[in-house]
């Protein structure tokens, strides 16, 4: 029997890949590449994007992001969340980003759901993220809060949190 010996990649040789707009993240020494998003996913995260980073501007020292950007949430574990606010402001000239955003989001594609339901989560939670949204293209989203995010609710009518007061996105609006 031949013995396989998967190559996990380190942080450094993570960094030292060349500069790119595709979503590739390392966790645990797997890199991931995601396909382009489609149009409607797109949409979504460019919806949630804007209408977030008005909200941070509204609400200093707040900065709300979007993928591409390389956020490290522990060693060896260097993702990219569709949308991120960090509440407590950001030095933008860091690369990779050194903070555990806040929140983050991600809408869900055919070809990622799994990771963003599960592994993404479980990343988010262990390292501290207070609120994970999962918008689904289909109409609908989720909110994880809690410890290690563990506590799972679907969204009736609007994204809102105690986090972010005064934000409040209708999803009659944001599917319209």
Same mark, same amino acid.
């Given at each position: 029997?031949?013995?396989?010996?998967?190559?996990?990649?380190?942080?450094?040789?993570?960094?030292?890949?060349?500069?790119?707009?595709?979503?590739?993240?390392?966790?645990?020494?797997?890199?991931?590449? +995601?396909?382009?998003?489609?149009?409607?996913?797109?949409? !979504? @995260?460019?919806?949630?994007? $804007?209408? *977030?980073?008005?909200?941070?501007?509204?609400?200093?020292?707040?900065?709300?992001?979007?993928?591409? +950007?390389?956020?490290?949430?522990?060693?060896?574990?260097? !993702? @990219?969340?569709?949308?991120? $606010?960090? *509440?407590?402001?950001?030095?933008?000239?860091?690369n990779p980003i050194a903070r555990v955003p806040a929140i983050c989001i991600e809408v869900l594609s055919p070809s990622n759901r799994s990771h963003d339901l599960l592994t993404k989560r479980f990343v988010y939670g262990a390292s501290g993220v207070q609120l994970y949204w999962i918008v689904d293209p289909a109409g609908h989203a989720e909110q994880w809060t809690g410890p290690h995010l563990t506590e799972g609710t679907r969204v009736i009518e609007a994204l809102e949190h105690p986090l972010l007061p005064g934000f409040r996105l209708a999803l009659k609006d944001l599917f319209r």
């Open positions: 029997m031949l013995a396989v010996r998967p190559h996990y990649v380190t942080e450094e040789e993570f960094l030292k890949l060349p500069e790119s707009l595709e979503k590739v993240e390392l966790i645990d020494g797997e890199v991931f590449v +995601a396909p382009a998003p489609n149009p409607r996913h797109q949409n !979504l @995260q460019l919806e949630l994007a $804007v209408e *977030l980073r008005l909200w941070a501007r509204a609400h200093p020292p707040a900065v709300a992001l979007t993928a591409p +950007a390389d956020v490290r949430f522990g060693p060896d574990r260097l !993702l @990219q969340p569709d949308v991120m $606010v960090f *509440l407590d402001g950001l030095d933008l000239d860091q």
